[in-house]
C-alpha cells in the first residue's frame, strides 16, 4: 500500500520525556517522544479508507527507569474529530500484540486525555510496548484530502508505527514524514525516587584504539526522577583509576534529557589488550543516587593495539527472506558492489521457515535480524547506530540498487580499512568420486588477538550459487508482488563445516592451522560452492551480552569451482600402467569425459 504524507523508514533516536500537560495530577507524568504540547504537522493520512492502529513503540531502555509505575491512560492529539475509537497499550512479543489496556470513547479535534477502566498496567522494566489508537480514515477525509494525524518535529525511530499488513504480512511498521505522532503514556510515577538521573546512551567512537589515541566521548541522560535537579555529578573511569569526576549546575527539569562529552587521552603505555570506560552518575544535589536502574552506569570495551595486519576480505552477511519482495533489490545492490570489489565475501542467511533456512544459522536472526531482509559487516557496531545490522526496506524500493551501492561500498570500505590481528587463508582440494572437499585452514595471528579477544574462533561455511528456489518479487511500476519459482539465488549458506559459533585455533609461534573434510550434498553444484572462513572470538554460546565482542577479526573465501588453488588428489587405488582411470581406480574411456579429476597415463590431469 502507498502511504500519502508517510513513507516508511527507521531513523535512530533517542527517548524523550515530558511533565508539561494539562489535565494530570502532581504524580501523573507524559513518557514519548514528544516534549511539548506543540503540533507541527497536521492532518497525515494514509490514503486509503481503512482502521489503522497507529501510535509509538517504548523499549526496555527506557521503561526500566519506571518499573513499578503505573501506565494509567494515554494523551493523544487529532487533526480532526475521530469519533468513537479505541485507545490501547499492546505487549510486542516477536511483532505479536497482546493486550494490556484498551479503552473506547470519542476523540476530538485537539489533545485527548483517555484514562483506563481497568486500573490500568504496571511497567516491569524488560518489556516492549506498542502504544496508541485505532486511525479510522473515512472516505470523507480522503475526498476533503484531510487527515486525521498529528506529528511534530522530526522523525525519529520508534515514534511513529502502525499495525497491519502493507505488503510484507502482518507486522508493526515504521513510518516517517509526519514527524513524531503526538501520542504520549500518562503514567503514575508516585514510585519513583524525588531525584534520579539515567545514562540512556555512550558513545566512544570505534572499537579499536593505539595509545595516546584520545577518546572523544559523549553520552545523553535523563532526569528520571520526580523533581528538577541543578547540581548534580557525572563521572568517568578508565579500568580500575581513579575516577574523574564532574561538578554540573545545569538546570534540568523532570523528564529532559541532555548531553555530556568529555576527552581522554589513552597513556602512552597503556596495555595492549582489552580495557574498560565506564561512565555513572554521582551525587545528585547532594545526595547518592538510589540503587534502582541499571542506566545509572554504562560502560564500554575497547580494544589497545600496537601492531596490526590488513584486512584480507569485508565480511556481508545478509539476513534475508524469500517472502520478501525487497530481497531482490538488495541481491542487485550486493552483485553491483561485488562486482567491482574483491574485498568483499557475501553469505545469504535464510529466514527461518523459509525453503532455504538453514536450522542451525537461526541463532544469527534471534541476535542480528530486527527486520528481513537486514545485513551486518564484520557483525560489527557502527558508533551511534540502534543495531549492529541495517535495514535497507526504506530506501531500495524508492532510490534503487545503483544509489544504495554507493552508500553499501562506502560502509565496506571503512569496515575494510579497520584493523585486524590475524588472517585466514583457505586452501581446497575436491575429489568429485567421493564429493569430499578438504579444507586447509592457516595464517598468521599476532599477539595482540590473544590480548583482545582471548582465544579465537575459526567458522567455515560451505555457500552456492545458482540456486535455484522460490522469491517474492515486486512490479516497481504496479507495486504488485508475484512468486517466482525459478528465482536464481547466490552466496546461499549451505552447511557449516565448523561449529556454526566457530572451533577454537591454537597458534605457535603466532601461526596456526586446522584441516577439515566436508562432503557435499548430491543436488549441490561444486562449480557454484565457495568455502567461507570468519575469525571471532571464541565464545560457549553467542548472547545478547556478549554480542559486541563478536565482530569479525578477518574473512576470507575460496571458491571450488576454479581450478587455481586446487589441489588434486592421489588416486585411492595405485594405478601403474597406461589408459584412463577416476581416482577410485576404475578405468573409463577417453570420449566424452565428464569435467573432473583423473589419473592419464600415470598422470594426474585435471578435465574442465
Known sequence: ?????????????????????????????LLGYIMTDSITVSGGAFGTAGTYPVGAVM???????????KIVGIRMAAALDLGRTSTFVYLVKSNKMDTLCIQKQRLYAGWNNIFFNNGGYEIKGDETLFFGFDYVETPEMITADQGGLCGFGDDMEGALYAYGNFGQGLNLYSLSGLGRLCVQLIVDVSSLPLYDLDITWFDTGFKYKAPGENIDAMINFSNVGRKAVGRYQLCYQLDDNDPVVSNLTDSLRTGVQADWKFSLKLPNDIATGLHTLKVFVGQ??????????????????????????????AYMEVYTDQTSPITPYLNDMVKLVADNSSALVTVNVHKPNTPLALASA????????????????????????????YDMNDYLPSVGAEFCAGILSDMLMQDFESPSFASVDLKLTYDPATRKVGIKATGDMLPEAKAIYGDVALTLMITEDQVKSRQT??????GRTTNNQNYLHNDVLRAYVTSPIGDAVTSNDNKYEANYEFTLEEEWNPDNIKVVGLLT????????????????????SAALGTITGI????PSVAVKHTGCYTLDGRRVETKNLKPGLYVINGKKTVIK
Open 473 to 478: 518479487t515486486m512490479n516497481a511500476l504496479t
Open 567 to 570: 589441489e588434486t588428489i592421489q
Open 1 to 29: 500500500m502507498k502511504l500519502r504524507h508517510i513513507f516508511l523508514t527507521a531513523f535512530a533516536a533517542v527517548m524523550s520525556l515530558t511533565s508539561l500537560a494539562q489535565g494530570l495530577s502532581e504524580n501523573q507524568r
Open 59 to 69: 523499549t526496555p531502555q527506557t521503561l526500566s527507569s519506571y518499573a513499578g509505575c
Open 362 to 389: 537461526a541463532y544469527l536472526h534471534d541476535l542480528y535480524a530486527y527486520t528481513h531482509p537486514a545485513f551486518s559487516i564484520n557483525r560489527s557496531f557502527f558508533p551511534g547506530e540502534e543495531h549492529i545490522a
Open 537 to 556: 572470538k571464541k565464545v560457549d554460546a553467542v548472547t545478547e551480552d556478549n554480542l559486541y565482542d563478536m565482530d569479525v577479526i578477518n574473512a576470507n
Open 284 to 313: 545528585v544535589e547532594g545526595e547518592a543516587l538510589p540503587e534502582r536502574s541499571k542506566y545509572d552506569m554504562k560502560s564500554v570495551s575497547f580494544g589497545v593495539y600496537r601492531n596490526k595486519l590488513a584486512r584480507q576480505k
